[in-house]
């Protein structure tokens, strides 16, 4: 297996220029489109369980690795790793291809990133799948505000060492985000770790984690502001699916603020999932998803 060429992985990449960037992205089937939008340090791979019943069904597939992952072009500036930037990035590529009627499933950055895009052009948006993310400007979790291990993690001296030189997060920090952790590493470990190879390559998997506001100063605030106030003010079909042993996003807390952020939203549904719940439930993801867009007729 290989970043260019994993097992499981039979889509062809196509490849859009972003601003002044490079995005590799997936585009099968037709029919409405449905866009499966990845975190961190993911890329479109994650979703290789999803994509196949979406597709059966006469859907449209988008998958677009983000910047700095996957197949897509790796700045080795932290400026290029802004949330803001991220959001235009995927802006650009839904308009470039002309996405309309769309239903957006956003999961951990993706979040973030797919309401960003989402409240830029709402009338591309036919629908909202949320997974394990967060929209709101305080600290996301108990885990993200600890001195030891997230704050430490992405310290300026630690950040480049553990999740630079050493790839502590598309490996062992991915291996302990799932379930079945043995299928993992015989599966799909390899391939994530494959597509972040060099150090200046996992830049962003310590870098944009940063974005996370943790206080009144931080520079995202005002941008996850302007998100939880767009989503409360949403009315989309939303539905809501959490791996139920995610300990990063718990359900009972995440889940249900979505919840009292958006009433009308469905769920959530719990799946067999830690943060990244595809890994351990992709075809039922697929299924909720199949029959929620059913029955919403989108």
Not at 164 to 177: E, N
Request: glycine letters at 8%.
């Amino acid at each position: 297996m290989s970043a260019t060429d994993p097992a499981g992985w039979p889509y062809a990449t196509h490849h859009a220029q972003v601003n002044g960037r490079r995005m590799a992205y997936v585009d099968e089937g037709s029919g409405p489109p449905v866009l499966l939008l990845h975190g961190n340090p993911a890329w479109g791979y994650l979703w290789r369980d999803v994509i196949p019943p979406l597709l059966a069904a006469g859907r449209r597939v988008v998958v677009p690795d983000m910047i700095g992952f996957g197949r897509s072009e790796k700045p080795v500036s932290e400026h290029a790793h802004s949330l803001d930037g991220h959001i235009s990035n995927l802006v650009a590529l839904v308009r470039q291809l002309d996405l309309r009627d769309a239903v957006f499933v956003c999961h951990d950055w993706g979040g973030p990133t797919g309401f960003g895009a989402a409240l830029t052009d709402p009338h591309r948006v036919a629908a909202l799948a949320i997974m394990s993310t967060w929209a709101w400007p305080a600290p996301p979790a108990a885990f993200h505000a600890a001195i030891f291990p997230w704050r430490m993690m992405h310290a300026p001296l630690v950040g480049p060492w553990l999740l630079g030189r050493h790839g502590a997060l598309a490996g062992r920090g991915m291996y302990l985000s799932v379930v079945d952790r043995q299928r993992f590493r015989d599966r799909a470990q390899a391939v994530y770790e494959a597509a972040l190879p060099d150090p200046a390559d996992r830049l962003l998997t310590w870098n944009w984690p940063r974005w996370i506001p943790l206080d009144d100063t931080a520079r995202a605030k005002a941008r996850f502001q302007w998100l939880e106030e767009g989503l409360r003010a949403s009315t989309w079909p939303t539905l809501l699916i959490w791996g139920r042993e995610d300990e990063v996003f718990d359900a009972a807390t995440f889940a249900a603020r979505f919840k009292a952020l958006i009433p009308h939203a469905e769920g959530p549904h719990l799946v067999t999932g830690r943060h990244f719940l595809q890994e351990d439930s992709g075809p039922e993801i697929a299924a909720l998803l199949l029959d929620f867009m059913a029955r919403k007729g989108v």
